[in-house]
């Protein structure tokens, strides 16, 4: 397996590999990834955009993680701002790295790779803080969770419902800068 920094062409030329992963991780249907691919294709021109991904040996896609500069204006951005009192606004939002997708494929899942790209992501990253969102899940069970405690994040919202999405999700939050993978 090896761990590579990708510029937007190279997730853009490796889209339909990016939305089987995501697909698998999320047990996402076909409809709802069609979907992801338009959110996902407008990403690619955020500021500061940087993504990883983990290629196994056969040069397959195992895993990615994304992520650009949150700014006003943005769908994800502005849900948060609106669950945050104005002084966790200034803490989370001014200069924040937000961190869309994170995903290995299951079968590839519990071997570290996840917690490699998140340190890769966010090794030099932008900005002050780095933000997340999650499904709301057991912390002692859902291995996302406890990568991302173990990496640091903290709670900056609980229990928050996006629209189109009855689920709640946690938005997770971690100063910057985080040490590269070693």
Not at 49 to 77: C, E
Not at 149 to 177: E, K, Q, Y
Request: charge should be neutral; hydrophobic fraction near 40%.
């Amino acid at each position: 397996m090896r761990l590579v920094r990708w510029a937007p062409s190279d997730l853009a030329r490796r889209m339909e590999d990016v939305l089987v992963v995501f697909g698998e991780a999320m047990s996402y249907d076909r409809q709802m990834l069609e979907v992801r691919r338009g959110y996902i294709t407008t990403h690619l021109r955020r500021p500061q955009f940087r993504a990883v991904a983990t290629l196994d040996d056969d040069d397959s896609l195992v895993g990615f993680g994304y992520g650009y500069l949150s700014q006003q204006g943005q769908w994800w951005h502005e849900q948060v701002r609106d669950a945050l009192t104005e002084d966790d606004r200034q803490r989370w939002l001014a200069l924040a790295f937000e961190i869309v997708e994170l995903h290995v494929h299951p079968r590839s899942q519990g071997k570290g790779l996840g917690e490699a790209q998140l340190r890769q992501l966010l090794a030099d990253a932008p900005g002050r803080v780095a933000l997340l969102s999650t499904p709301e899940a057991d912390e002692t069970a859902s291995r996302a969770w406890r990568l991302y405690r173990r990496n640091g994040f903290s709670d900056v919202v609980r229990h928050l419902i996006f629209p189109g999405d009855p689920r709640p999700f946690a938005v997770l939050g971690r100063d910057l800068p985080m040490p590269a993978p070693s």
